[in-house]
């Protein structure tokens, strides 16, 4: 199984914007779907955003309801990363965000993202 390693995470003020990055250990050139995650304190792992590929160059793409507008996911099958850019960040996306692909038993680390004046 290919593994992440997840990167870009930080403090930021509300409003602000990050860019989170997931590196695989492998190509994820076959991997049909992906997807970033988050988990807040006392809460369980969310689902954020998923990719999934499609013919050609198209992606299906799916946004939790309290991200729609505001994240966006891409992925570089030549750099074997998934992106996550995070705009107009609110103190409730503060968590450990995580990258993985549909079916894939292992986690990485993850990146923790704090929003807080």
């Known amino acids: 199984q290919v593994q992440f390693v997840e990167s870009g995470g930080g403090l930021v003020q509300p409003g602000g914007s990050l860019r989170l990055s997931c590196a695989a250990s492998?190509?994820?050139?076959?991997?049909?779907?992906m997807g970033w995650y988050r988990q807040a304190p006392g809460k369980q792992r969310e689902l954020v955003a998923r990719?999934?590929?499609?013919?050609?160059?198209?992606?299906?793409?799916t946004y939790a309801d309290p991200v729609k507008g505001r994240f966006t996911i891409s992925r570089d099958n030549a750099k074997n990363t998934l992106y996550l850019q995070m705009n107009s960040l609110k103190p409730e996306d503060t968590a450990l965000y995580y990258c993985?692909?549909?079916?894939?038993?292992?986690w990485g680390q993850g990146t923790q993202v704090t929003v807080s004046s």
């Open positions: 492998g190509s994820i050139f076959r991997i049909d779907t």
């Open positions: 990719i999934t590929r499609r013919s050609g160059t198209t992606s299906m793409i």
């Open positions: 993985n692909s549909l079916g894939n038993p292992y």
